[in-house]
């Protein structure tokens, strides 16, 4: 039977190399690793906490993780890392410590109370967490659900407008005339998001919203006008004209005539100013309506408001002009 001496000595090297092991996977480990001592002074960093802070590893007594923190993030650690030294308890709490590059990012802390073999309280060991980017994230998707909110709240009150508005007695006509609004919603709301809701340009607005007309008026609409890019409330709302247009003329106007012509162009007319105009050359011109409709308060009033735009509708002896100036968008 082996001598208690020299098991003894044989235990010892089995206990140093455990040791030496922690100490490896402490020091390598990707995760910031630390230990405090029961002030709350530094007595060790792992490599990956060394290399955040350009802690040279023999100076380590001299430094102080304190004086990292941001000045507006004093306060809101100092409160939780208090409490748990007094406390002898754990504590998680986030912050903004400055990078040896000067570089300020937002670490969550999580540290556990650690104590001797008598008891007594010898600090806290903790890991810290560099949690920037991932509130960044959170934050440009509270953003994005914010904005998408809006933009919902925004297309209701624009579908709610055109039900109200659109009024037949017979349900069938209500039915296809309401659709068709919507088809020239959607048209638009496809070519906002193309472009993250940043904004269109009136040629790609122009032919999105004439796109049925393809085979109806073949060559007889003529558009024309320099790029110009409007922001997406005022294409929602001159989307919504402009079909109003198309469908007054099929009715009506020029494009119920097999020779009747339409020329719609645009152009700038000073810093953040653009004018827009449809003009339609028919042999039998529409008459003025005889009251105000939905389609009059689409192409006046929404586009008045909507655009902030002074708008003009004319009867000519050729046929009839809507003209509108807007001083937004663009």
Not at 203 to 215: F, I, P, R, T
């Amino acid at each position: 039977m082996a001598s208690p001496a020299a098991s003894d000595d044989r235990a010892e090297p089995a206990g140093n190399a455990r040791l030496e092991f922690v100490r490896a996977m402490a020091e390598t480990s990707p995760a910031m690793l630390w230990m405090g001592d029961e002030v709350g002074k530094c007595v060790f960093l792992n490599r990956a906490l060394r290399s955040f802070w350009g802690v040279d590893p023999e100076n380590l007594a001299e430094f102080d993780w304190s004086t990292t923190v941001h000045p507006d993030d004093v306060e809101k650690l100092s409160g939780p890392f208090g409490r748990a030294m007094a406390d002898h308890t754990s504590f998680t709490v986030e912050a903004r410590y400055k990078r040896a590059d000067g570089a300020y990012r937002t670490m969550r802390t999580l540290a556990n109370p650690r104590f001797g073999e008598n008891g007594a309280f010898l600090g806290m060991t903790g890991v810290n967490i560099d949690v920037t980017d991932e509130l960044a994230a959170e934050e440009h998707t509270r953003l994005l659900m914010a904005e998408l909110n809006h933009r919902t709240k925004n297309i209701l009150a624009v579908v709610q407008a055109i039900a109200r508005s659109t009024i037949f007695r017979d349900p069938k006509d209500f039915l296809r005339s309401f659709g068709e609004r919507l088809q020239s919603l959607s048209a638009c709301n496809d070519l906002l998001l193309r472009t993250d809701w940043s904004g269109v340009l009136l040629d790609e607005l122009v032919a999105a919203q004439m796109s049925h007309l393809s085979g109806i008026a073949e060559g007889r609409i003529l558009a024309s006008g320099p790029t110009i890019r409007i922001g997406s409330r005022e294409a929602q709302t001159l989307s919504m004209a402009l079909h109003e247009l198309c469908t007054n003329s099929l009715k009506y106007g020029a494009l119920s005539d097999d020779r009747g012509k339409v020329r719609l162009s645009w152009e700038r007319t000073g810093r953040g100013a653009w004018r827009m105009e449809w003009r339609e050359e028919a042999s039998t011109p529409p008459a003025p309506p005889e009251r105000k409709g939905f389609g009059q308060t689409v192409i006046v009033d929404m586009v008045r408001s909507g655009l902030e735009a002074e708008v003009m509708i004319d009867f000519p002896p050729e046929g009839f002009v809507w003209r509108m100036t807007s001083r937004v968008g663009a």
